[in-house]
């Protein structure tokens, strides 16, 4: 019902022409979406798995990878244990 008052008042071309721009459109920005969304999560998971040290004897901060309360100083070798907010 609905295609055919949609043919009457619009050409047939003119149709197929904005539909098939249309899906393009929202094919470009379902592509561009998913890959912003992608490098997001990416760049903040690499974030989140990090965990700042503070080096007590240097005052020295620094940051390891996920999965160790202790990690050692870079600058003087101190192990220090995690930091706790
Ligand atoms: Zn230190």
Redesign the pocket.
Known sequence: MACEVLRVVTPPDFTLDVVLYGLLVLGVFGVLWVYYDRRDRTLYDAQRRKITFH?I????LYTETAGTETAP?P????V?TRLKF
């Open positions: 080096c004897r240097c005052d020295h100083c600058k003087c070798g101190h220090n």
